[in-house]
């Protein structure tokens, strides 16, 4: 079993509708949380960061981690066909970048 | 360009041949990673340096594998007598610091491998 598990999807949604994204994991000791989108033939880009369990909001994105229930989740509002990716959680148990696990990432596709 | 440059952008070669893969870093970043990606599946660690030096290569997955970052900007990622399994895309990062929380990892658009 992987330590990050992430359905593939892909998940099909009309513009506008709310998208929800969903990592869960294995390992208690991670404490950094990242959501990072990746076009088609492109390089990830990261989206969020969140230490610890909590809430984080950045425009139509809201990022939440539940540690008890190993859970995290992005939630995109209101969304567009430019939101059309794969979306990849990534967590750490230690403040550095070497050590990141990705999950294998969730293809989205937004249509018009 | 101001991102992470990484050449060539797709490599195809065949089974037993030698492949260089280059990454330029954005400017000023010390830290530098190797992560490959795997059809389908997240990026996996590889390498990564601080500096000229490497920091942890606890993710180079045997001896075939190896990099170099001689001058602390420009790195490159080497692998002897390719394999069919090495086929992927193989993505360059670059931060500030090692630290998520210095700054974020930004990615390059990665070197697509194919080994015949």
């Known amino acids: 079993q992987k330590e990050v598990e992430q359905d593939p999807g892909p998940l099909s949604v009309p513009e506008g509708a709310i998208v929800s994204l969903n990592c869960t994991y294995s390992?208690?000791?991670?404490?950094?949380f990242m959501w990072y989108r990746q076009y088609s033939r492109k390089g990830p880009e990261l989206l969020m960061y969140?230490?610890?369990?909590g809430n984080k909001e950045d425009g139509r994105f809201t990022a939440q981690v539940d540690k008890s229930s190993k859970y995290i989740s992005l939630f995109i509002r209101d969304s567009q066909p430019s939101d059309s990716a794969t979306y990849l959680c990534?967590?750490?148990?230690?403040?550095?970048?070497?050590?990141?696990?990705f999950g294998g990432g969730t293809r989205l596709m937004v249509k018009p | 360009g101001a991102g992470v440059s990484q050449t060539p952008s797709n490599k195809v070669t065949e089974k037993g041949k030698y492949v260089e893969l280059r990454c330029d870093p954005i400017?000023?970043?010390?830290?530098l990673y190797w992560y490959r990606q795997s059809l389908g599946q997240g990026p996996e660690f590889l390498i990564y340096f601080q500096g000229t030096g490497a920091a942890d290569d606890s993710g180079l997955p045997n001896d075939r594998f190896f990099a170099v970052r001689p001058e602390g900007s420009v790195s490159t990622l080497k692998i002897q007598r390719t394999e069919r399994g090495d086929s992927a895309v193989y993505l360059c990062?670059?931060?500030w610091g090692q630290g998520i929380g210095t700054g974020e990892l930004f990615f390059g658009e990665g070197s697509r491998l194919t080994v015949l």
């Open positions: 390992n208690s000791a991670f404490q950094y």
């Open positions: 990534a967590m750490s148990a230690n403040n550095a970048g070497n050590m990141l696990t």
């Open positions: 969140t230490y610890s369990s």
């Open positions: 400017s000023g970043h010390t830290a």
């Open positions: 990062a670059s931060s």
